[in-house]
């Protein structure tokens, strides 16, 4: 079955750039997602990329796509203390229905003055 | 637009009593999905509704949680009986198919169920 999985934390000093890796088995993934939560909150929506790129670059966000190894990265650049939070990352395959995500368990970014 | 919202923002309840979890989403979005997030865990997809049709039902979704969607705005999730193993936290989310370039999901910031 599908299977999505990441590091479980992440520590990084203010200023400094992350790096966020997730790997996923299932080969006809075609969109895959990174997503932002936060304490109390719902997930939100940071960006996605569909497989046929192999890298988008929205802002301090750089995305990453490795298809031959099934990698997908997320690189935070100038890290801010607003950034820690738990970070996942999904993929979907279902061409009727691109909301129904497979997510892997999140990485907790702690971000250090 | 205020966002996804999800009512009640936490419900304790005893072991064996029925809940229900209410979800409004994006007043233009036609999808409505719903998900259920354990301690540590990344959100499991459980069903999903466009318009008032229920499409789909995750095998995790067994026959005492029921999802209705009756006006195609709103929807609410029943848990009948529950287990202590339903405690979790239940995410609401919509979207627009208007859009070809796949779904872009927004969350409400979910129900937190405690079953003691």
């Known amino acids: 079955g599908e299977d999505v999985e990441q590091s479980l934390f992440l520590s990084v000093r203010e200023g400094d750039s992350s790096v966020i890796n997730c790997t996923y088995t299932?080969?006809?993934?075609?969109?895959l997602y990174w997503y932002k939560q936060e304490p109390g909150a719902g997930l939100q929506l940071l960006t996605y990329?569909?497989?046929?790129?192999d890298m988008k670059q929205d802002q301090r966000l750089t995305v990453l796509l490795n298809k031959k190894d099934k990698h997908l990265s997320l690189r935070i650049a100038d890290t801010q203390t607003g950034d820690s939070a738990i970070y996942f990352c999904?993929?979907?395959?279902?061409?009727?229905?691109?909301?129904?995500?497979?997510f892997g368990a999140g990485t907790q970014v702690v971000v250090t003055p | 637009d205020t966002g996804v919202s999800q009512n009640p923002r936490h419900k304790i309840t005893k072991r064996g009593q029925n809940v229900t979890f209410r979800c409004d989403p994006i007043?233009?979005?036609?999808?409505l999905y719903w998900y259920r997030q354990t301690l540590g865990q990344g959100p499991e997809f459980l069903t999903y509704?466009?318009?008032?049709?229920?499409?789909?039902k995750s095998r995790l979704l067994s026959d005492r949680f029921s999802a209705e969607r009756p006006k195609g705005s709103f929807s609410t999730l029943e848990i009948q009986r529950t287990e202590q193993g339903d405690s979790a936290m239940y995410l609401c989310?919509?979207?627009?198919?208007?859009?070809?370039?796949?779904?872009?999901?927004?969350f409400g910031s979910g129900t937190q169920l405690s079953v003691l």
């Open positions: 990329i569909f497989s046929n790129m």
């Open positions: 999904a993929e979907s395959h279902d061409p009727d229905s691109w909301g129904k995500l497979q």
């Open positions: 509704f466009q318009n008032e049709a229920q499409l789909e």
């Open positions: 989310a919509s979207s627009s198919t208007f859009n070809s370039q796949g779904e872009k999901l927004f």
């Open positions: 007043s233009e979005h036609n999808r």
């Open positions: 299932d080969s006809s993934s075609t969109y």
